[in-house]
């Protein structure tokens, strides 16, 4: 079936640029995204790229698409420490989201 | 007010007992899914339902069951707890997948423990 991977923890300094990878199997999906979960809340979408683009930016994010490589990966820009969650990579396939692990970003002083 | 609940938001439960987990939204979304969360592991889709009057199994069903009493209203059963199951669920909710986004919106989670 179809898979997405990404790394469990990313350590950055506050102040840094994050950048979280992800690895998707299915090269038909239309819309890969970002989800971001705070401690002891739900998910909420960060961000999201159609397939036929290769970057956007909105503010601090930076999302980039690899289409050949089947590479996803989302910068954050100035890393604070409200930025700690777990970021979740998810690609649209077949009628249904298929999930990533998530990164835990943890933020250094 | 929030566009989906979830009720409870937490739970202890004794293996063997039936319990309902409740999720309601007000988005007007015909879709509507359930997943657990678990550590590592990320979200994992137990059943979704693109309207009332259809229910389709996820990745991990085997163990629960579920109900779509209307358009706003998704309930989740697990007929007899057992330990392993214990782990955050998630109710979501979306609007047309393949339109302009597939969005999924989340619940506050449920956390469920079964001693």
């Known amino acids: 079936g179809e898979d997405v991977e990404q790394s469990l923890f990313l350590s950055v300094r506050e102040g840094d640029s994050s950048v979280i990878n992800c690895t998707y199997t299915?090269?038909?999906?239309?819309?890969l995204y970002w989800y971001k979960q705070e401690p002891g809340a739900g998910l909420q979408l960060l961000t999201y790229?159609?397939?036929n683009m290769d970057m956007k930016q909105d503010q601090r994010l930076t999302v980039l698409l690899n289409k050949k490589d089947k590479h996803l990966s989302l910068r954050i820009a100035d890393t604070q420490t409200g930025d700690s969650a777990i970021y979740f990579c998810?690609?649209?396939?077949?009628?249904?989201?298929?999930w990533g692990a998530g990164t835990k970003l943890i933020i250094k002083p | 007010d929030a566009d989906v609940t979830q009720t409870p938001r937490n739970r202890i439960t004794k293996t063997g007992k039936r319990i309902m987990l409740e999720c309601s939204q007000t988005?007007?979304?015909?879709?509507m899914y359930w997943y657990r969360q678990d550590p590592g592991l990320g979200l994992r889709l137990i059943y979704y339902?693109?309207?009332?009057?259809?229910?389709n199994k996820g990745e991990i069903s085997d163990g629960y069951s579920v109900s779509r009493q209307a358009q706003a209203k998704f309930s989740l059963s697990l007929e007899s707890a057992i330990p392993n199951q214990t782990a955050l669920y998630f109710c979501?909710?979306?609007?047309?997948?393949?339109?302009?986004?597939?969005?999924?919106?989340f619940g506050p989670g449920t956390r469920l423990t079964v001693l």
């Open positions: 979501a909710t979306s609007d047309q997948l393949g339109t302009d986004t597939d969005t999924q919106y």
């Open positions: 790229i159609f397939s």
């Open positions: 988005k007007g979304h015909d879709r």
């Open positions: 299915d090269s038909s999906s239309t819309y």
């Open positions: 339902s693109f309207d009332v009057k259809d229910i």
């Open positions: 998810a690609e649209a396939s077949n009628y249904q989201l298929i």
